[in-house]
């Protein structure tokens, strides 16, 4: 295989971290429809996750393994170099600035969305949650979504990341987002916004109310 076609970050997700994934954190999937057996992800999907650690990123690709997929990752873990910024920049990570107001990453993920037809997980919190607190989301998500025209799933993560324990995922139906009739106004994204946050807040009760704690 030349080079050019060879995918070494795909290679290096499918033999070492999902095999770790199955074996030490052996994720377990409940979906908000009970009659839903399976994930499915028909066409190019926003994966909006909740953010509890540094590899919800690897767990998240091995639940979606099935599919294309890409994630969202801070532009400064890329810059700190190592194993971390080589692992990020293999697996085809779109780097966000956290510090400015660039939109480079919207241009990337766009065409991921709408030209590579690959689904994105983002993770708009911005930074871990802690002892399951979901924090208020950043607005990014809902610009994405309305300029790509595409579904958004959420993706509630229950953890934890304890070797030999079962993290657990709770994965909503598919939906799209009212499109605004005023255009995207400040008032728009920030409602749709909060309406994306309390939609995982209820998919998170959902998952405590039928799986428990």
Known sequence: ????????????????????????????????????????????????????????????SYVFRKFPLRHLAAKDRFEQGGFIGWYLKKSKCIPIDRQSISTEWVHTSLQALTQEKVSLAIYPEGKHGKNHEILPFHSGVTMLAVLAQVPVMLVYNDGPYRVGKRCRFMISEPFRLDPPTQGMTAEYVQQQTDLLHQKMLDLQQLFRNRVGK
């Open 1 to 60: 295989m030349s080079k050019s076609t060879f995918d070494f970050g795909k290679f290096f997700l499918s033999v070492i971290f999902y095999p770790a994934a199955r074996i030490l954190y052996h994720p377990q999937v409940f979906f908000e429809n009970e009659n839903r057996k399976k994930i499915s992800l028909d066409v190019p999907t926003i994966l909006i996750c909740n953010h509890i650690s540094h590899i919800d990123g690897t767990i998240v």
